[in-house]
């Protein structure tokens, strides 16, 4: 017998897309809040480097962020329903591509 599958609607990718949107803009404020005391906010300075502080703070947010983005799909996977679970996934790579992205706005 063929393998029948509910997949889930429209409806259910964009509420999937508002979760993702509003864990990102949420989990951002918390590690940019969490990792204000590291780096420099002046880039170009001339008596001393700022590479290796911004360097200590680009990691911590990266770490960060990946362990918080992990939880929530370990979480999400045992209580989402079996049709939705095939969404996270995607929004899982979606949220790994956004840690590097969201690096523009933590350094500007």
């Known amino acids: 017998m063929a ?3 509910e997949k889930s609607g429209p409806l259910a990718l964009l509420a999937g ?3 993702f949107v509003a864990f990102e803009v949420v989990v951002y404020y918390v590690l940019r809040y969490l990792t204000s005391g590291l ?3 002046d880039q170009l300075q001339t008596d001393h480097t700022t590479i290796v502080s911004n360097w200590v703070k680009t990691m ?3 770490v960060l962020h990946l362990a918080l983005v992990i939880g ?3 979480m999400l996977s045992n209580r989402l ?3 939705y679970r095939g969404q996270l996934m995607g929004w899982f790579y979606c949220s790994l591509l956004m840690s590097f992205i969201l690096l523009i706005p933590l350094f500007s």
Do not use: C, K, T
Request: proline share 6%; net charge positive.
């Open 60 to 62: 911590a947010f990266l």
């Open 72 to 74: 929530a799909v370990l």
């Open 17 to 19: 897309f508002a979760g």
């Open 39 to 41: 780096g420099e906010s």
């Open 81 to 83: 329903p079996r049709r």
């Open 3 to 5: 393998d029948i599958r």
